[in-house]
Every structure is written in C-alpha cells, then in structure tokens.
C-alpha cells in the first residue's frame, strides 16, 4: 500500500484517479481548492462518488458544506485537504503528515478559452501553484511525481500526429503557454534536485464526470434543454478525444513508471491516436442521445487550435499504455452517466438543489 497526493483530486480527472487509486488498495491525500470555475457543488459530489461515500449531501453553504464533506470522508485510506497550491505553507504541513510517496499533480485552471479573459489568473494558479507544489515537495523530500500538462501547448503544429520530440514554441493561447512553463519548471527540479518527473499530455479527456465547460458535456446539456448546439467555426477542427478510463490507465501505468526509475524526465502524449471532427462529434451525440440537434454557426474562437492528433507510441513503449475505448462506446456512457445524474441535470437546467 502506497500513499500517494492527488492534487486537484476533486475535479474531472482528478477524481476518477482517487477512485482507481483506493480501488488499487492504496491511501490518498487530494489537495483541492474547490475553486469557482465551476459550480463547487459538482466537485462535492465528485468526491463522494469516488469515495463511494454518502449519497445525499444536503447543500447549505460551501464553507459549511466542505466542512461537512470532510467529516463525511473521513477514513483511514482518503484524507481531503482543502487547501490552495499556491500557499507553500498549506502544501509543506498537509505533505508533512503523511508519508506521501508521490504526487500527481492535476490542479489547475483548465480550459483554453477562460484563459484569454483571465491570463494572470491562471498564469498565477498554473505556474506559481505549480512552482510551489514543486518547492513544497523538495522540502519534504519527496522526488516522483506526474504533472498534467496538455495538447494545447502542439498550438497549431504543422506535422500530424503531435510526437513529444516536435519543438512547441509557439502557444497561440495563455492556457497552453501556463502549461509549457509547468514542464520547464519540472525540469528544472529534475536537474537541480532529482525530482523525478513525468509529464502527461491529455489530449481532450472525456466521460463520466466531465467538466460541464467541455463541448460534449456541453452539447449534451444543450440537447436536454432543447437548445441549438452552437458550434464554432465550420465544425471541420478535429480533436483527439480520449475515454477517462484510458487517461486512468495511462496515469496508473506512468505512476508506476516514475517509482521504478531512477532519474526520470519525460514529456508522454496521452491520448488516442484518431481523429473526429466537430461534426462527426455532434452526429455521435445526436445518436448516442437519440436526438436530432439544431446548430447555430458561430465564428472560430481565438485560441483554439485547428487539430489534435496525438502520437502515443511512446506511452505504449515506457509504460504500456494503450487505449480500447471506442468513441462510440465512450459517448453512450457519458450520455447514460448524464442522463442518471439528477444533480447534474438539475444544475444544467439551472434548477433548485
Ligand atoms: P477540473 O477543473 O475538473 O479539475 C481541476 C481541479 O483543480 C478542480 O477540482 C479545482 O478546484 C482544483 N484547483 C484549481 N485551482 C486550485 C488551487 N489553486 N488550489 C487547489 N486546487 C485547485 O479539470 P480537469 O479537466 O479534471 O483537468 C485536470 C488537469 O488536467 C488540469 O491540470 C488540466 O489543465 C489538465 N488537462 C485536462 C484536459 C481535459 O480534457 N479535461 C486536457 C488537457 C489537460
């Protein structure tokens, strides 16, 4: 059994990597904010599916729910620190009193788009919070960890699919120049203080529990509301989407990886080598839902690169990775997830709690 800190442990990603890992046998620590990018109630109930916790929460407030949250999941195996990373103080004292082995950080603002309104927002969360995870780890001598970084930073690189050795030096938006500095900043305490690091490239994740600012999330809710799904640009841009369960895998082999070797620094792709445009997107939905979307045209937005395509054979080389989910198969389980997820729904239709 290991001990291992997940931060921005109640989000999207970061929650079903704390279910797996409790699933695995192992203890987690998950670092989180519960920041306002979106509604902190949807990262409660996160935490509580992934803990296999209570399943009604009566909402009054969120200090007093969080406090509420942390009595509820209480337990030997899952400890949850709400904390900020920025606070080098807050991040030293919560990794003092375990005996972490290591961190995946996943704490972020994340999103291409918010990041044009609010750079100095995220480069603060982004680059100082992730700085100060680092910082906080060498001073408790911990030395392995993951850090999420993403697609975005390939910005509109020229030759498909995106390989980790292509030189990324041209972000065309905050959010993917935050992440490019976080693996600069990992590699520098690589070098200086042998921290082993792999650094993941999520190339659109998607599933249960999705981000609601993300398209298919989106789009979901917009057929549920019979709303038009409004699309932006020609709906030829492609994405390489990838199933939750695999980004899971791939975090749980990489994790593996950074704990058996010695002097580590790698940069890994994590998705799933295909392509589908936005169209092919919509139609997927539409059938997955069982129903015919209206579309309005809106103009491409600033920021959002043309394609992902995303080369994972070095995933598949270091530690295994290979992703099954059909896309098809993916899109049916977010639907069925969405669909049974009253809380979510309700908060989608803006309806009382
Ligand atoms: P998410 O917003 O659902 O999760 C991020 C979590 O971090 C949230 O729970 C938030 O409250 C927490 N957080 C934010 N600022 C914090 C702070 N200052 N202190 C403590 N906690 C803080 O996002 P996600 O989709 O789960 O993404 C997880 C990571 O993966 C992010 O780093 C994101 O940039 C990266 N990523 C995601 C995708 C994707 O498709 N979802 C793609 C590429 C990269």
């Known amino acids: 059994m290991k001990t291992y800190c997940v931060t921005g442990g109640a989000g ?16 987690v620590v998950c670092i989180d904010n519960f920041n306002d990018a979106y509604d902190y109630r949807i990262k409660i109930r996160n935490i509580l599916n992934s ?19 942390q ?28 005996q972490i082995d290591a961190v995946i ?29 680092l910082e906080a780890m060498r001073r408790q001598g911990i030395r392995k960890w993951l850090c999420a970084s993403s697609s975005s930073v390939y910005g509109n690189n020229a030759k498909v699919p995106f390989a980790e050795e292509d030189i990324v030096d041209r ?5 993917a120049a935050t992440k490019k500095a ?9 070098h200086l203080h042998g921290i082993d690091t792999v650094m993941l490239r999520f190339f659109t994740v998607y599933g249960e529990r999705q981000r609601p600012d993300l398209a298919i999330h989106k789009f979901v809710g917009m057929l549920e509301r019979g709303e038009p799904l409004t699309v932006y640009g020609n709906g030829s841009s492609r994405r390489d989407y990838t199933y939750i369960g695999d980004i899971v895998n791939g975090l749980v082999g990489a994790l593996a990886y950074v704990e058996s070797e010695e002097k580590v620094y790698e940069i890994v792709n994590l998705g799933t080598n295909r392509t589908i445009s936005l169209l092919e997107l919509i139609r997927g939905i539409e059938q997955a839902y069982g129903k015919e979307a209206e579309l309005r045209w809106l103009a491409n937005q600033p920021g959002d690169v043309e394609q992902t395509y995303a080369d994972i054979s070095k995933a598949n080389r270091l530690f295994g990775y290979d992703p099954q989910t059909d896309f098809a198969e ?20 803006r309806a009382d709690l």
């Open 330 to 349: 993916g899109l049916h389980k977010f639907v069925n997830w969405y669909r049974g997820n009253r809380y979510g729904q309700a908060l989608d239709r």
């Open 105 to 133: 950080h996943l704490a972020a603002m994340a999103g291409v788009r918010p990041s044009i309104e609010e750079p100095l927002l995220y480069e603060d969360v982004n680059v100082k919070g992730t700085l100060t995870v």
């Open 51 to 69: 803990t296999g916790s209570l399943t009604t929460f009566q909402f009054t407030g969120k200090e007093t729910d969080l406090l509420h949250l």
């Open 171 to 175: 972000s065309i938006s905050p959010y």
């Open 182 to 190: 976080c693996e600069v900043l990992g590699h520098a305490y690589y």
């Open 71 to 98: 009595q509820a999941v209480r337990g030997d195996s899952f400890k949850l620190v709400v904390a900020d990373i920025r606070h080098v103080d807050e991040l030293v004292s919560a990794f003092g009193r375990e």
């Open 12 to 27: 999207f990603i970061g929650s079903h990597l704390c279910e797996r890992l409790l699933a695995l046998g192992h203890r």
